[in-house]
């Protein structure tokens, strides 16, 4: 049973730093894209970042690029996701996401294989 297990969430002030992890119960792990999503009150899902296989490619949002990193450790099975200069904006639920391909811009565009529970992130102003 594949699992996507979030942790790393919370409050923070704005301004503020939250590291994400992703604790993934796949085989084949280091086969699989994964990323981060994201759904705030009332609006719809949306992409944040993803990262390759290999690590070697990497994929953000507009609305976080330069303040959120997107990571990986093969060994651990985990990725990580650190949040710097948070915003109110950045509060959501996010999700950890996987899909089975060796292309990383995949999953800016098509609907992940697998989903985490989510983790709330609140930034407070």
């Known amino acids: 049973q594949v699992q996507l297990v979030e942790s790393g969430g919370g409050l923070v002030q704005a301004g503020g730093s939250l590291r994400l992890s992703c604790v993934a119960s796949?085989?084949?792990?280091?086969?699989?894209?994964m990323g981060w999503f994201r759904q705030a009150p009332g609006k719809e899902r949306e992409f944040v970042a993803a990262?390759?296989?290999?690590?070697?490619?990497?994929y953000y949002a507009d609305s976080v690029k330069g303040r959120f990193t997107i990571s990986r450790d093969n060994t651990k099975n985990t990725v990580y996701l650190q949040m710097n200069s948070l915003k109110p904006e950045d509060t959501a639920v996010y999700y950890c996401?996987?899909?089975?391909?060796?292309?990383?811009?995949?999953?800016?565009?098509?609907?992940?294989?697998?989903w985490g529970q989510g983790t709330q992130v609140t930034v407070s102003s």
């Open positions: 796949l085989n084949g792990f280091s086969t699989y894209t």
């Open positions: 996401a996987a899909r089975n391909t060796p292309v990383g811009s995949e999953l800016m565009y098509v609907k992940p294989d697998y």
């Open positions: 990262i390759s296989w290999s690590a070697g490619n990497t």
